[in-house]
């Protein structure tokens, strides 16, 4: 719903909070706890959600960009999507639509819903709510519930996207992908990396707005990156949006250190990465069990 890992925590806490001080007064022949609990955090995302704009990612502010050699200026002034560790879903044998809905994609196609189309759909196809829990959660007729869903679900056909395409988890053959990405990209072996790119890929790299499309275009980004930045980059796996990710760790040639660059995300099909999202934020390490205290060239990666 919200696009945000901090503020999603915050309301859950805020939720839970609520719950417990309103105990007394719930009431079993209304609805579940399960619902009940729904009911409340809905409403405290509806409420957070008021009058802000979406979080985006750059493909989502306007077209590719055509030149990977522009100056690139972060804007701080957007509230970009951030990506979401899978170690904090807690059990990992929830439900496919569970996992999908975390796909990068669906949480990004879901900020082009107003807020209470964003609920209606989470709560009808990812908790598998009844159209009756969840005119109860929004206050609303079971009519209108079923009304915003079509709404919802016809906007997110218009972006190519489905919930049921996404309901595959990523295997250990996505995995084996990316991991040669990232042996690639640690040897600086421009043509190796270059050959696990699809033809049509695109990178991302949120808080700069420009993204790239096409094999070419992503080649010479990387040439940039190695030019600009030296080519002893040091990268960790980790797990993100039900995808394959790794963490960055840019080299300091100066120092002989590395420190803390990025988050990257990838979707893989037919043995090419398909799609980049580079979230350059150190920031966001701490969310993944990683340090952002400089390091060593050689010594093992922080934790």
């Known amino acids: 719903m919200l696009g ?31 619902t009940w609990l729904h009911v409340i955090a809905t409403n405290l995302c509806l409420n957070a959600l008021e009058g802000r704009r979406r979080r985006p990612l ?15 200026l972060a804007r701080l002034d957007v509230p970009w999507l951030q990506p979401f560790p899978d170690d904090r879903l807690g059990d990992p044998a929830r439900s496919a639509e569970q996992r999908a809905s975390l796909r990068l994609a669906f949480v990004a196609a879901l900020q082009l819903l107003p807020a209470r189309q964003r609920a209606t759909l989470v709560l ?9 829990e969840v005119a109860l959660a929004l206050d609303v007729s079971v009519t209108a519930v079923n009304s915003s869903l079509q709404r919802a679900r016809a906007t997110l056909r218009s972006t190519g996207l489905t919930l049921e395409a996404l309901q595959a988890p990523a295997d250990d053959h996505h995995r084996a992908v990316v ?8 040897a600086a072996d421009i043509t190796g990396l270059t050959r696990l790119l699809a033809d049509d890929v695109a990178l991302e790299m949120p808080p700069v707005d420009l993204w790239l499309a096409g094999r070419t ?10 030019a600009m930045r030296g080519n002893a980059w040091r990268l960790t796996p980790v797990q993100a949006n039900g995808s394959s990710a790794l963490a960055a760790f840019a080299p300091e040639p100066t120092t002989g250190t590395w420190k803390a660059h990025s988050i990257q995300l990838f979707a893989v099909a037919d043995d090419r990465i398909r799609h980049c999202v580079t979230f350059v934020d150190p920031q966001l390490f701490a969310l993944f069990g990683l340090s952002t205290a400089p390091g060593r060239a050689g010594d093992p990666l922080p934790k």
Not at 7 to 34: G, I, K
Not at 58 to 72: F, H, I, K, R, Y
Not at 179 to 186: D, Q, S
């Open 217 to 226: 275009h992503y080649r010479q980004f990387i040439e940039r990156v190695f």
């Open 58 to 72: 750059p493909s989502g502010l306007g077209p590719a960009g055509d030149d990977p050699e522009v100056p690139l």
């Open 4 to 34: 945000s890992v901090q503020e999603a925590e915050d309301l859950v806490q805020e939720t839970m909070l609520r719950a417990w001080r309103a105990a007394d007064r719930y009431d079993a022949e209304r609805a579940s706890p399960r």
């Open 124 to 132: 009808c196809e990812v908790l598998q709510l009844s159209a009756a």
């Open 179 to 186: 991991e040669r990405y990232a042996a690639a990209f640690e």
